[in-house]
């Protein structure tokens, strides 16, 4: 237990905004030097406002360290914006951040979620089920060939951390011929019933990643073709992720890639995502700017979201990414990856036997879905930019005290609950709007 002798640095929490509480709470969290406190309570005293209570625990974020919540005499929130500002001057403090009282906190704690990319490595031995076990209804269940060869693949993506070559699968003579019979049959499909921005990517994962009949493509030749296009990465998962890990990964742009194929005694089955599903399905599309978009979109909607929220995102997400449609023209056309990788719902789909609703997020969310038969409801979204205008109305609705932005250059996920942070994202739009008037004159 430190005490006003602890020093430390000073780590950063915020969950909740200004203007709730009569009550001023401040959270800070500390760990290692000593004396750090005394220089935060130092800034109090510069800020002139007294202390009526401190209180510590182990901290959840520093380890090891404590977490301090702090009451103030400071009614006004310009008063509250003083004291931060004060600590913030210490220069071992990051941030800090205002929180209500601790009763208040803990009542509205928000769910863990990952600000930056490293953070996903938490992820790496997180599967709902068959990750390394299969469930009896596997088509390789009984087959202990398939299992060892499945857990092999699995253990290496148990073991990836960010960072590391992704792993390369030597794929047998057996598991080629699986993929090739899924292969040729879906080219076969796709320029009947693929949305357009499918179709143009296509040929240049054939150019550039090794996609053919004959070859099933690593996915570090994927990634980097990916990121080339629009900055999406892969990394490789153990099974099916939990909806909240998944959609948090999107906030990254990174989508999870299982490596292993399905039982080659049913190359028209799976009953999990596998290499058939992943490549064939969802790739296409992270190589497009307003698809990658609207990934992302709902991405960042789900880092720190309610279970409720989560429940909503995922439903979007399995009717856009995995099950939607899109309108071309006056055709519907197919950009979900559960349907480009389906032989028979593909077809089924885009016939008059479903009901077509336009994609709504609001109803969209609430829509209930059968996982092990086809479709009654598909979503049609008019274009992947107005879904995502779409999606971005709808996470406003969303009940979330903070927002969220993710910053490419340091891969990571910058949570917007400071004057100082909102105040450096003006400056940048206000950059990029003085970028786009000087291309406005030269165009
Ligand atoms: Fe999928």
Redesign the pocket.
Known sequence: MPNDNTKGELGMHCDAGLSRSQRTTLLFSVHDKVGALDECLCALKKAQVSMTRIESRPSKSVEPGYDFFVDIEAHTKDKVMQVIDEIKRVDIVRDVSYIGSLEEKEADAVPWFPRKISDLDTFSDKVLEMGEELSSDHPGASDPVYRKRRLEIVQKAKEYRTGQPLPHIDYTEQERETWRQVYTKLREMHPKYACREFLHVFPLLEQNCGYGPDNIPQIDAISRFLKDCTGFTLRPVMGLLTPRDFLNSLAFRVFHSTQYIRHHSRPTYTPE?DCC??LL??VPLFADPNFAELAQEIGLASLGASDEDIQRLATIFWFT??FGLCREGADVRAYG??LLSSFGELEYALTEKPEHQSFNPSLTSSQKYPITEYQPVYFVADSFRDATNKMREFNSTMHRPFQVRYNPYTQSVEVLDSKDKVQHLAQSIRNEMQLLANALELV
Do not use: D, N, R
Request: glycine share 22%; net charge negative.
């Open positions: 995502p599903h992943e399905g969802h990414a995995e990856a559960g």
